[in-house]
Each structure stands twice: as C-alpha cells, then as structure tokens.
T-cell receptor
Framework: NAGVTQTPKFRVLKTGQSMTLLCAQDMNHEYMYWYRQDPGMGLRLIHYSVGEGTTAKGEVPDGYNVSRLKKQNFLLGLESAAPSQTSVYFC?????????????FGPGTRLTVT | RKEVEQDPGPFNVPEGATVAFNCTYSNSASQSFFWYRQDCRKEPKLLMSVYSSGNEDGRFTAQLNRASQYISLLIRDSKLSDSATYLCVVGPQAGTALIFGKGTTLSVSS
C-alpha cells in the first residue's frame, strides 16, 4: 500500500494564480483532512471530510475550497493564491478502530506564493 | 486557554537520558489522545495512542490523567534517532478532526 500520497511535492505560484492539490489514499479510510503547517503555528486544520461527497470547514478555511468526489481522493483548491498561503500542506486520512481512532499523513506539499 | 498546550522546548539531552514531555488540553469531553512524532521537513507519524490505564511501547510510556486533563510521554534510554518534534494530539471524539499541539522539540546528543 502506498498509504497517503500528495501531488505535487513542491510548487511556486504567483499571487492571484490558482492551483489544486491532490491527496489520494489507498487504505479505504472514511475520513480525510487538509492541514497547513507554518513555523511557530503548529498544524492547523483547513477543511475535512467524513465521507465521500461531504466536506466541512476547519480552523482556517478562508481562501481554500475542497472536494471529495471519490472516497480515495480529497482535493484542495486555491482560487487566487496569496503570499499568506505560503506554507507546507499536509493531507491525512483516518480510520476508526474498535480500540481507537488513527490518522495517517501524506508527505506534504511545499507551496510558495510570490 | 489554548486547546492543546505543550512546552516547546527544546529539550537537549545526552544519549541514555530519560526525558519527559507534558501536555494539557482544555476540552474535558475529549475522547482520544495520541503522541505523534515529526522529523524535520517530514510528515507527522503516529507514535502511540494514549489510554487511561497508561501504555508502554518499548522505551516509550504514555500516561493520561483525565481529571487533570494532562498527558505525558516518557522516553527512557534516549537514542540519537529520538531527536524530533513530539506532538501531543487530542480528539474531541473519535472520527472528528484531531487537535494538535505545537510540539516539543527533542535533541539527543552523543
């Protein structure tokens, strides 16, 4: 199993450009998440999904949109990139077991907006 | 009060030392608790879940005190490879988004 994969790994955008980050998981997990991580800020939740066709806002959703058309994919879109969106973006998927809840992360996408 | 608080460190210890990290959380209804490890420029990885009865995995021991809303991680016989940032993570309820602390940085030196 590849686990959680993210595309692309790196990207440089100019202010105002748009792009889509792709997250894919092959573990059949119901839950998927997008986080951003900035120095000194820790991981902050952007949007999440509890199942195919459903999405919800997290702590910092402004400037981002998401879609979960297929269970295995979770897309994060930036319609008009701003320098404040320069960050490392992590996708995660999660499963609920009889004992606990576990969440697994992709390798991240490093985005720079100039 | 922040939802999950950790001492950011850094903790600088020699090989073989025992080191303890602490974490407090604000939501008394939280139901799931974890420690994640994050290496520099890498993704966070699940280190261990934390149960009310306490749990141990090799050199790592995690404890949960629900009354005090306090979580701890103890690392015995530290190795160079333990150098990383350790994230305290709390879940309001199973399946919902987890809340991450900002992490505690550990540096183990020879």
């Amino acid at each position: 199993n590849a686990g959680v994969t993210q595309t692309p790994k790196f990207r440089v955008l100019k202010t105002g450009q748009s792009m889509t980050l792709l997250c894919a998981q092959d573990m059949n997990h119901e839950y998927m998440y997008w986080y951003r991580q900035d120095p000194g800020m820790g991981l902050r939740l952007i949007h999440y999904s509890v199942g195919e066709g459903t999405t919800a806002k997290g702590e910092v959703p402004d400037g981002y949109n998401v879609s979960r058309l297929k269970k295995q994919n979770f897309l994060l879109g930036l319609e008009s990139a701003a320098p404040s969106q320069t960050s490392v973006y992590f996708c995660a998927s999660g499963k609920l077991t009889s004992a606990a809840y576990e969440q697994y992360f992709g390798p991240g996408t490093r985005l720079t907006v100039t | 009060r922040k939802e999950v608080e950790q001492d950011p460190g850094p903790f600088n210890v020699p090989e073989g030392a025992t080191v303890a990290f602490n974490c407090t959380y604000s939501n008394s209804a939280s139901q799931s608790f974890f420690w994640y490890r994050q290496d520099c420029r890498k993704e966070p990885k699940l280190l261990m879940s934390v149960y009310s009865s306490g749990n141990e995995d090799g050199r790592f021991t995690a404890q949960l005190n629900r009354a005090s809303q306090y979580i701890s991680l103890l690392i015995r016989d530290s190795k160079l490879s333990d150098s990383a940032t350790y994230l305290c993570v709390v879940g309001p309820q199973a399946g919902t988004a987890l809340i991450f602390g900002k992490g505690t940085t550990l540096s183990v030196s020879s």
